[in-house]
């Protein structure tokens, strides 16, 4: 079992900067791919961006340029840098991590409101 703990949401102006974090209970050496995804309001659960263990990134078109995905094997821990922050990007933000195996845990998600 991994437990994933997300922190770091909160309510933002737009243009506003934010960072997630994601804390594992296992060491990400042993996680072959972690994400964050997002949920709106009546909206499908969305790819935000993702990591592999040897540190290719991608990222989904609406947060190019603007979203940044990390990891810190030290600590365990993946992160967001949210950057210029829009309304659209409001949304509850969940981690993911897919195992060798291919199983998947998710963290309970943390909400973020981008709003004047």
């Known amino acids: 079992q991994v437990q994933l703990v997300e922190s770091g949401g909160g309510l933002v102006q737009p243009g506003g900067s934010l960072r997630l974090s994601c804390a594992a209970s296992?060491?990400?050496?042993?996680?072959?791919?972690m994400g964050w995804f997002r949920q709106a309001p009546g909206k499908q659960r969305e790819l935000v961006a993702s990591?592999?263990?040897?540190?290719?990134?991608n990222y989904a078109d609406s947060v190019k340029g603007r979203f940044t995905i990390s990891r810190d094997n030290a600590k365990n821990t993946m992160f967001l840098q949210m950057n210029s922050l829009k309304p659209e990007d409001t949304a509850v933000y969940y981690c993911?991590?897919?195992?060798?195996?291919?199983?998947?845990?998710w963290g309970q998600g943390t909400q973020v409101t981008v709003s004047s």
């Open positions: 296992v060491r990400l050496f042993s996680i072959y791919t």
């Open positions: 990591i592999i263990s040897g540190g290719s990134t």
């Open positions: 993911r991590a897919t195992m060798m195996n291919q199983n998947n845990y």
